[in-house]
Every structure is written in C-alpha cells, then in structure tokens.
C-alpha cells in the first residue's frame, strides 16, 4: 500500500540555511577577487578556497540546513557515499567556474559558459543529495518543477559569478552575498518541491544498513563538515597574507 508522507518546513531552519548560504557566498566573493593576480595569471589554491566556500557552505551546507528543516511524517535516513560524492561535486563544480571566468572575467561567453557548469554542479548536488536520502519507499518526482529548478540553478549561478568579480567593497560584496543565497535557497525549494514522498511500508522505521545515518545524526555531520571547510579556507587566508607579506618585503629589498 502507497501513501503520500505529509511533509512542512521549520522557519527557523529554513531562515539558518538562507544565513548559511549568505556567508558562504561573502567568503566565497572575498577569496575570488585573489584568483587572478595582476599580471594576469591564476592563484589556483584561491579558485579552490572560493571553491570550498562557495560549493562547501553556501550550497551543500546549505542543503542539507534545509533538509533538516524539512519535517517529514516518516523517518529518513542519509547514504554517506551520496553524501560526500555530493559534497566534491559542489566544490569541483565551484572551483572550475571561479576559476574558468577568473582568466578573462569580463567575456560574456565565459561568463555563461561557466554558469552552466556551476548550475549544474548545484543540480547535481542536490539531486544526488536527495538520492541519498532513504525513506521506507521512494520519493516521486514532478519532472517539470526539476527542469524548472534546473533552470534556476544556472540563472543563480551565472549571476553569482557575475557578482564575484564585479563587487569591489565589502558593502557591495555583502548584498551581492544576500542576493546570491537567495538564489541558492530558491533553487533548493523549488527542487524540493519536485519531490513527493510515498511511503510503501512502516513509515515508522528508517532505512539502515552500512554506510547509512540517521536522520538525528545530519546535523552533526553538516556542523562539521562546516566547520571543517571554515577552518582550511582560514588556514589558507592566513599562509596567503603571510606570503604576500614576505613577498612584499623581500621586494621592498630589493629596490632599495
């Protein structure tokens, strides 16, 4: 026997993800403008730290903030090999784009060709993301509303990039981030209402077996893999300012 799973959503978490992705997009923004230096060549670590940023805790935290927020009359459970192929997907997809549209950021063809692949980074991640997500049956999917959040993902993205090399200030920066974590969390519910939970047994009992975790277990793993991703994009601010320093110095000593 089928029966729809009645699903709502926590404001409160939903208003976390939202915050989420808005941090992840002002750190994400501020480690692109160090991409390209002066003369034209790429700092490649920077692309992958904007990467991290962007992919890491703007999107995939993002989503996952956002499935705890769902409230679904079942228990779920989380594959962690979809989980983490998730995850690299947003920060390969991130750091490619950043790193594709920093060489020549304002070639419009670029631009767009880098958006589609962000898009579709997202997309992936949150439809893999969601495959990893198990239910005592199967989830239904409204092809016309993935095709719709499809859609939304490569705008979002493409204006996220557009965003990342043509905000100078932290001001500008910080409503650019705004406006990039709108677009983010647009996509994610948009996606998320293509989705239909049909129960075909014990909506009671959550899927187990190896390389599954609870549901109750999600927010700690996205709390560290959060934090995690914060510490190494830290990490590489720190050697960078450092370098650049010495750089600098050495330099200076030299003209003299």
Not at 109 to 125: D, N
Not at 160 to 181: E, Q
């Amino acid at each position: 026997m089928e029966v729809v799973v009645a699903s709502s959503y926590q404001p409160g978490y939903v208003a976390l993800s939202y915050a989420v992705s808005v941090l992840g997009g002002f750190v994400a923004l501020t480690a692109a403008q160090r991409i390209r230096r002066e003369d034209g060549s790429l700092r490649h670590a920077s692309s992958w730290a904007a990467g991290l940023a962007l992919g890491g805790i703007g999107v995939w935290s993002m989503h996952f903030i956002g499935m705890v927020a769902l409230k679904l009359e079942a228990a779920s459970s989380y594959s962690l090999w979809e989980t983490i192929v998730s995850l690299l997907a947003a920060i390969v997809g991130s750091s490619l784009a950043l790193g594709y549209v920093a060489r020549a950021p304002h070639r419009l063809g670029r631009l767009f060709i880098a958006g589609f692949v962000l898009g579709m980074g997202v997309v992936v991640m949150h439809y893999l993301g969601m495959y990893g997500m198990k239910i005592s049956g199967y989830i239904r999917w409204n092809a016309g509303v993935i095709g719709a959040s499809a859609v939304i993902a490569v705008l979002a993205a493409t204006a996220a990039l557009w965003l990342a090399f043509n905000t100078g200030s932290r001001l500008l920066r910080a409503g650019a981030a705004l406006v990039m974590g709108f677009a983010v969390c647009s996509m994610h519910y948009t996606g998320m209402g293509a989705a239909e939970f049909v129960c075909t047994t014990d909506p009671t009992l959550a899927p187990r077996g190896f390389g599954l975790f609870s549901a109750a277990q999600l927010p700690a793993v996205v709390a560290f893999v959060a934090l995690t991703t914060a510490a190494m994009i830290v990490v590489y601010q720190v050697y960078q300012d450092s370098t650049e320093d010495i750089e600098g110095l050495e330099a200076a000593s030299r003209f003299r």
